[in-house]
């Protein structure tokens, strides 16, 4: 998977992020989440972003390890919205998938960089 479709991959991901807060119920706790699932959805993309304007390497791994943590939190908030019952696990799942994938792309994509930048192949 290249930047460009990575840009449109993470972008959507805010989308649904953004719908997903949407229909969350109109409870105390329920808007606590949708505040801090918003703001950590969308800061996937955004930073991602960053990432690929990186001046160096050092630059690129660390502004990928702030997308990791976006989209790490962002799995730890729709796990909530399961787990408390404020949405039913199949309207969250494909989105907690989502999220748990771009974690995983953007570690590896730490890893090789990191790996890159010490000098090993």
Known sequence: MDQAEL????????????????????????????NQLSRSGTSVGANYRA??????????ISKIGIVIEEADESCFWMELIIEGGMLPEEKVSALLH??????AIM???????????????
């Open 51 to 60: 990432v690929c304007r990186a001046r160096s390497k050092a630059e690129f």
């Open 98 to 103: 989502e999220a748990n994938e771009l974690t």
């Open 7 to 34: 840009k449109i991959r993470t972008k959507q991901f805010a989308l649904r992020i953004l719908k997903l807060t949407a229909a969350l119920p109109p409870t105390p706790e329920a808007r606590a989440i949708r």
């Open 107 to 121: 570690t590896a994509s730490r890893k090789t960089a990191q790996d890159h930048q010490q000098g090993h192949c």
